[in-house]
């Protein structure tokens, strides 16, 4: 169906070419004379009326139509528009010693900006990024704004379109982009991932096929954090399908039990006893094994399941923690990660409140897990409400992975953090490595100035977890005390880790 329309619009295109440049319009005059001087008035009234027809099948008397080609708000092109710029660099340029290079590019995380903007700051931060995009691009290339805060851009065709230029031109739009923007008094910080594909790598040789391309690309760079930039390869598209065939069978998996949180023990390295639990969501799929978040996550965001699957973690933990207790366990509690998503939810607290009360257990039995990148971009008030709630209820409040996020000491107090967890990449052969002994130490001291209970995650071997007892860590958590496990399975794990208890020498703090 699209064949014909593409067919016209080449054509049109060559039109344009051919007639209605500058050089072209030039000889009007002339060709209006000569047709009068060599052919008289009947020559000259046949190209009169021909020449207009031309331009008019060109498209060059549509007038206003081009404002439609047009973005109302920022004044970049439109898809349409760069899409057949790009079949035009595409098709006249590719293969002649030139080529071309398609950008995608999306603002990060703009929706607590446009939460915190309202919507005519949004729009003028969108108009100032458009602003920023254009000036930092060359007068034939082409910008255009495909859909809220993401924007397209084609590279007017160069000699050499290879992956260097691709990065130089990601790497001039993210810094112009990153610049503050002063708005009503309020400075405001944007960052952008992006996205591209080079044409020679592109699926299909055509406009269509190599923006979507780019998207995919960009898509692959907002996953992996904040200002990143990623290149089109086919591996992405595989990647993609995967996760689509994931969106649409995630339902039926929420409908059937399939995913469900497993549950890795956390143990004192004073007692040695479970000190809790931490629920990792899990997905035991018929075909494909048991998958982790990271295999599934998208897959739920994209179905808009993100919301059903805080619900099932917390209603399954809350039920372990019942039925640990009824069968005469010491599970002191239960740790739940949270994420920027749920933490902006305004109903949370009342949720939270509502779950506790249904199962009978007091807030101290539910750990609240919030990364040290959500502490450390504390600029979203619903954010640090809930967290603040949530501590005041009573429930105790794990900053995760510490050390990687750069939060600081007065968010740490003014988010009432209770335990610190040691990310994994301090802890790894800290048993041998005195330069990680130091960075662990350093953390544990300024723990324990702040009156902060810490725990070590990663501990994969006897070595890392004897070290961390040693230089005074609260908990240890790892594949080295126990690997995640279903539910059913963590009864009979407790049952054998008490016994091993009375054999074992215990491993402890020092005395000095």
């Known amino acids: 169906m699209k064949r014909p329309a593409l067919r016209l619009r080449q054509i049109r295109r060559r039109l344009n070419h051919a007639f209605i440049r500058p050089q072209t319009l030039a000889f009007v005059p002339a060709l209006m004379f000569g047709g009068y001087w060599f052919g008289g008035e009947g020559v000259l009234m046949i190209t009169a009326v021909t020449f ?19 973005d109302g708000l920022t004044g970049l092109a439109n898809r349409t528009h760069l899409l057949d710029t790009l079949q035009d660099f595409l098709s006249h340029y590719e293969g002649q010693g030139q080529s071309t290079i398609a950008f995608v590019i999306q603002l990060d995380e703009f929706a607590e900006v446009a939460e915190a903007l309202g919507s005519a700051g949004t729009e003028e931060v969108l108009r100032r990024t458009a602003d920023r995009i254009h000036g930092a691009i060359r007068p034939g290339d082409v910008a255009a704004r495909l859909v809220e805060h993401r924007f397209g851009l084609a590279l007017g065709p160069v000699r050499q379109a290879n992956m260097e230029v691709g990065l130089r031109v990601c790497e001039r739009i993210q810094t112009a982009i990153a610049e503050p923007i002063s708005l009503d008094a309020t400075t405001v910080h944007v960052s952008a991932s992006i996205g591209f594909c080079l044409a020679r790598r592109a699926p299909q040789r055509d406009a269509e096929a190599m923006l979507e391309a780019a998207e995919i690309a960009m898509d692959a760079a907002r996953r992996a954090g904040r200002s990143q930039i990623r290149a089109y390869s086919r591996e992405m598209s595989a990647a993609i399908e995967n996760r689509h065939s994931l969106s649409e069978e995630i339902a039926r998996a929420f409908d059937e039990g399939e995913i469900r949180p497993w549950f890795q023990p956390q143990i004192s390295t004073d007692t040695g006893l479970v000190s809790g639990f931490e629920a990792l969501a899990r997905w035991d799929h018929p075909t494909r094994g048991t998958l982790l978040p990271a295999d599934f996550l998208e897959a739920a965001e994209s179905a808009g399941l993100l919301e059903r699957l805080g619900e099932v973690m917390l209603f399954s933990s809350l039920t372990a923690l019942r039925m640990w207790d009824k069968a005469g366990y010491r599970v002191p509690r239960v740790a739940l990660n949270f994420t920027a998503a749920e933490l902006r ?10 779950e506790l009360d249904r199962f009978d257990l007091t807030p101290d039995r539910l750990n609240v897990e919030v990364l040290e990148t959500v502490v450390a971009d504390s600029s979203n008030d619903t954010i640090t409400a809930n967290i603040a709630a949530l501590a005041t209820l009573g429930c105790q409040i794990d900053l995760d992975d510490f050390g990687t996020g750069h939060a600081s000491i007065s968010n740490i107090r003014r988010f009432a953090v209770n335990r610190i967890k040691i990310d994994r990449s301090f802890v790894a052969r800290v048993d ?9 130490a350093a ?5 324990d100035q702040l009156d902060l209970d810490t725990l070590a995650e990663g501990v994969e071997t006897v070595g890392e977890h004897a070290m961390m007892a040693q230089l005074g860590c609260g908990h240890v958590q790892g594949f080295g005390v126990a690997l995640p496990m279903p539910f059913e399975e963590t009864m009979g794990w407790m049952d054998r880790h008490l016994a091993k208890l009375g054999h074992t020498p215990q491993i402890g703090r020092p005395t000095s």
Do not use: T
């Open 52 to 70: 207009p027809m031309v331009l008019m099948l060109g498209g060059l008397f549509e007038g206003d139509r081009n404002f439609e080609r047009l």
């Open 345 to 354: 939810n305004p109903r949370l607290v009342d949720k939270m409140k509502w």
């Open 432 to 440: 041998g490595d005195q330069s990680q002994q130091k960075m662990i």
């Open 443 to 447: 953390i544990l001291s300024l723990a």
